[in-house]
């Protein structure tokens, strides 16, 4: 492959895969290099074959697990035995490349006969993905067991019966699986309803699905959607959405957050990041802004005094309007704030319901403490949702002043305007997630964008 298809193809196929990644030059190589190696300072060292004499250079803030650099290493002896078919169709290549991507993320969790059952289910559910059933799409699950196969007498293979109309109604892919042996022959049908406690990282209506699934067995759900989910090793590990497969690189995008190391951050951070998860895969809009330390006052500015939940927050806004009004060119300030004015009585005099009833159920909670679906939900609400460096929700549904002083604009402009204060989290109804933080220059950026 040449160069400069080798770099088109690490941006446009790699790179993706692996959130917070990027291309950080090359180095030389010999004949003795490895294709793909673990390299200095979180990075890993690819180059397309062992004859050529270069390596690029791929980093992220996080070292890179050994399964993301067997699964590189994969993905370039399945590119390379593609380009030795001398195809000229730049298309067609294209598509086989997709397919190679599937292939790959398969191998570097199994091999041999497993991966080909679990790439063999994957047709069967893309092929369901594109049907009905009595007029309405399907979800099924698919449990692959990598350490069992079942004897002779068994001989119904997932071949035989997932394309048949009966299999629409075994499953639903959330508590009624399926599962089959390495081979592919059915051994029997499971009900997670009652799964045992186990540390995961998945979508909250996963977690079931996701604790079942340990180094052990392969989890395979289709959505109703259309989308494919893989789970291994307790976590969601891959999924194919809007047509592209996609690697979920938790702890890396937990990392991305913050900088603060602190054990409450590192709580914060993970409930911050579950909460995106969770409205991803609950196809709902939502904007999250976490705080930087030294930048509550700044971001307090352009939030609605009548958006807040905190009650400290609502006295350091408090001031912070009392000042601006008292100032000789508000002499026309119509102020309905006194200085002892409580926050309670704030709420009752101006009737703002929706503060006070998100204030009674958080009943002081800090974020990491609350439960999953309820944050899930409250992070639903149309505005943002911003949380303070300690935890603390300032605000729920709040309607900000983006950059041009007005109020309102959309979800994008709005997590852009705050991450300049810390991070903001977008995610979009069709399940994206975008990260954006400002730079040392104070430029916002986007750090990761997943799904």
């Not at 270069?54 to 370039?76: A, C, D, H, M």
């Not at 119904?156 to 109604?169: G, L, Q, T």
């Not at 994008?412 to 399940?431: C, E, F, N, R």
Request: charged share 25%; glycine share 8%.
């Amino acid at each position: 492959m040449e160069k400069t298809h080798f770099y088109e193809f690490v941006n446009r196929m790699i790179l993706p895969l692996f959130t917070g990644s990027y291309v950080a030059g090359e180095i030389e190589s010999s004949s003795r290099d490895l294709e793909v190696a673990l390299g200095k300072g979180n990075s890993v060292l690819l180059k397309p074959t062992k004859s050529d004499e270069y390596r690029v250079i791929l980093k992220r803030g996080q070292p890179f697990k050994s399964f993301e650099v067997n699964l590189i290493k994969t993905i370039l002896e399945e590119v390379s035995v593609l380009a030795e078919s001398n195809l000229e169709n730049t298309v067609y290549i294209q598509k086989l490349q997709n397919v190679v991507i599937e292939k790959a993320l398969i191998d570097s969790i199994t091999s041999d006969i497993a991966s080909e059952t679990i790439i063999g289910i994957i047709s069967s559910l893309e092929r369901w993905a594109t049907r009905t059933y009595e007029g309405a799409n399907v979800s099924m699950g698919i449990f692959v067991n990598l350490a069992t196969i079942a004897d002779d007498t068994k001989q119904v293979n997932y071949s035989e019966i997932m394309d048949r109309e009966f299999f629409a109604r075994i499953t639903d892919g959330v508590s009624a699986f399926v599962e089959f042996d390495r081979k592919g022959t059915l051994i029997g049908y499971t009900n997670l309803k009652n799964t045992k406690s186990a540390p995961t990282i998945s979508p909250y209506i996963f977690d079931r699905v996701a604790r079942t699934c340990n180094d052990k067995r392969v989890g395979i759900v289709l959505t109703t959607r259309g989308e494919i989910l893989i789970f291994y090793a307790r976590q969601l590990m891959f999924a194919k959405r809007n047509g592209k497969w996609c690697v979920y690189s938790h702890d890396e995008i937990i990392r991305l957050l913050y900088t603060n190391v602190s054990y409450t951050a590192k709580q914060i951070r993970r409930a911050i990041y579950n909460t995106a998860l969770d409205c991803s895969f609950g196809y709902m809009g939502a904007c999250i802004i976490y705080l930087n330390k030294d930048k509550t006052k700044e971001a307090l500015k352009l939030i609605n005094i009548a958006d807040i939940i905190s009650e400290s927050h609502f006295e350091e806004k408090k001031q912070m309007e009392l000042a601006e009004a008292n100032k000789l060119y508000n002499l026309n300030n119509t102020q309905v704030l006194t200085e002892d004015m409580t926050f309670e009585e704030y709420l009752t005099k101006f009737n703002f319901i929706k503060a006070k009833s998100i204030r009674n159920i958080i009943a002081g909670k800090k974020l990491y403490e609350l439960d999953r679906k309820l944050l899930e939900n409250l992070v639903g609400i149309d505005g943002a949702t911003v949380v303070d460096f300690d935890g603390s929700i300032i605000a729920v549904g709040a309607i900000l002043k983006i950059e041009a002083g007005s109020l309102g604009g959309g979800r994008l402009a709005a997590t852009k305007g705050m991450a300049k204060y810390g991070v903001g989290i977008k995610v979009s109804q069709d399940g994206i997630m975008q990260g954006f933080s400002a730079d040392k220059h104070g430029k916002v950026k986007q750090i990761f964008n997943v799904g």
